[in-house]
T-cell receptor, first 114, second 112 residues
Framework: IAGITQAPTSQILAAGRRMTLRCTQD?????MYWYRQDLGLGLRLIHY???????GKGEVPDGYSVSRANTDDFPLTLASAVPSQTSVYFC?????????????FGPGTRLTVL | EDQVTQSPEALRLQEGESSSLNCSYT??????LFWYRQDPGKGPEFLFT???AGEEKEKERLKATLTKKESFLHITAPKPEDSATYLC?????????????FGQGTRLTINP
């Protein structure tokens, strides 16, 4: 089934640990995005990639890094997790980075940092 | 500053009771307005894209409309399975790319 997969589904992590959230899409979309969703703050853009080999910082990039080695994969890494990074993380993709273009979302990863 | 405000925050309806959800937006040049549905523990599911004032889109019991300042999601004769959080977002330019600016969502509950 075409779409976006994310792993893990959920994770509890000790503060200071390194964590990589995985995202894979099989729709051959050029653009990919990472959002975090927090109560009262809605969905906010962390990082994005317009095409394989390029990445950019979103609205809330501090403490996160991404890479885009190929079209399908867009991992998000927390180098040293802090409790404020407790959130639900969604990966999304769109055919292009041009506007307007619909973004399709994955099922999310629920991360708790203690 | 690009901004999206949704109202009400929560809405309870009886099955078959029609209503509308509101999405007010401020954006420097609207390129697209999106409606998503989000079920608990799931990712947002795409419903509609609207591009210009006066445009309307329909899907089953849902109809989305757009003016220059707001969008409405009309729900006609809803069923319990329409219960979800409905998110509105506008596409805005961001550092040479695009981003979605989301509202807080409206949590809709349809009672049987």
């Amino acid at each position: 089934i075409a779409g976006i997969t994310q792993a893990p589904t959920s994770q509890i992590l000790a503060a200071g640990r390194r964590m990589t959230l995985r995202c894979t899409q099989d729709m051959r979309h050029n653009a990919m995005y990472w959002y975090r969703q927090d109560l009262g703050l809605g969905l906010r853009l962390i990082h994005y990639s317009n095409t394989a080999g390029t990445t950019g910082k979103g609205e809330v990039p501090d403490g996160y890094s991404v890479s885009r080695a190929n079209t399908d994969d867009f991992p998000l890494t927390l180098a040293s997790a802090v409790p404020s990074q407790t959130s639900v993380y969604f990966c999304a993709s769109s055919v292009t980075a041009s506007d307007p273009d619909t973004q399709y979302f994955g099922p999310g990863t629920r991360l708790t940092v203690l | 500053e690009d901004q999206v405000t949704q109202s009400p925050e929560a809405l309870r309806l009886q099955e078959g009771e029609s209503s509308s959800l509101n999405c007010s937006y401020t954006v420097s040049g609207l390129r697209g307005l999106f409606w998503y549905r989000q079920d608990p523990g799931k990712g947002p599911e795409f419903l509609f894209t609207l591009y210009s004032a006066g445009e309307e889109k329909e899907k089953e019991r849902l109809k989305a409309t757009l003016t220059k300042k707001e969008s409405f999601l009309h729900i006609t004769a809803p069923k319990p399975e329409d219960s979800a959080t409905y998110l509105c977002a506008v596409q805005a330019p961001f550092q040479g790319a695009q981003k979605l600016v989301f509202g807080q969502g409206t949590r809709l509950t349809i009672n049987p």
